[in-house]
């Protein structure tokens, strides 16, 4: 018989695993609304779909302020995010990213 602690424990990760986003969904929405030459999508919270980090890489983001880029990926998950516990992301033009890119490969 289980504990009662891990009957409550059991039931909350199911909730959450239900409550959870799929990756694809997600990927397809920004996909389509940011045209993005980079989305890296990662799931930490052990596959329930409930913690994600993200990586977008967009013309778009080009003039935008970091506040305003994150307010775009905002309005494009904006009815998956309440069902998401925690969403970070790192938003970057194709310039941007180039940089990082080449000041990882230096540093290594």
């Not at 602690?5 to 990760?13: A, G, S």
């Not at 309005?75 to 995010?81: A, F, I, N, Q």
């Not at 194709?94 to 890119?101: G, L, R």
Request: net charge positive; proline share 3%.
């Amino acid at each position: 018989m289980l504990s009662r602690f891990r009957q409550t424990f059991l039931r909350t990760m199911a909730t959450a695993a239900a409550q959870g986003v799929q990756q694809g969904v997600l990927e397809t929405k920004l996909q389509q609304a940011l045209q993005p030459v980079l989305v890296r999508l990662e799931d930490k919270s052990c596959g329930c779909g409930a913690a994600y980090d993200c990586v977008i890489v967009s013309g778009m983001f080009a003039g935008k302020r970091l506040l305003d880029r994150h307010r775009m990926v905002n309005d494009v998950l904006k009815e998956e995010l309440p069902n998401i516990h925690a969403f970070s992301m790192q938003c970057h033009t194709p310039q941007e990213w180039e940089t990082k890119q080449k000041q990882s490969m230096e540093a290594s």
